[in-house]
């Protein structure tokens, strides 16, 4: 999977996601702590969960969460495109990897909240003018 897909992939399933789940998961982002290794911080973790944590002990050690949402293939393939974000086209140690998959997904949901941003502001402005218009 190249790049451009992958991203195109993570923006097209963010974009379901309320604004409140989109923020909760931006900070968690934020904070550090998406980890692709661990089911309960990694993509489908996160999108998946009850309530946000990044230890698999807060959801009795099994990340059901995880489980439940991997049954499902867009998902899956959700999760592939994480993967490969973080993925650049030279050999990288772990943890760089995932610094620039952590880059990367800050990225895609700045975006998709930028993009409802500008939603919201275009609505607010046809509302100002059918008012004016009524008048």
Known sequence: MKLARAIEILADRVRTWTDEKLAI????????????????????????????HDDRSACGGYAMHYHRAVADEGSRLAEE???????????????????????QFIAILRAEIARRDATADRIRGYIKAAVHAGE
């Open 81 to 103: 495109a994480y993967y490969q974000i973080g993925q650049p086209l030279v050999f990288l140690r772990y943890q760089e990897e995932q610094a620039e998959r952590t880059r």
């Open 25 to 52: 998961v931006l900070a968690f982002a934020e904070d550090g702590k998406m980890q692709y290794s661990n089911p309960c911080c990694c993509f489908l973790g996160v999108e998946s969960f009850d309530v946000m």
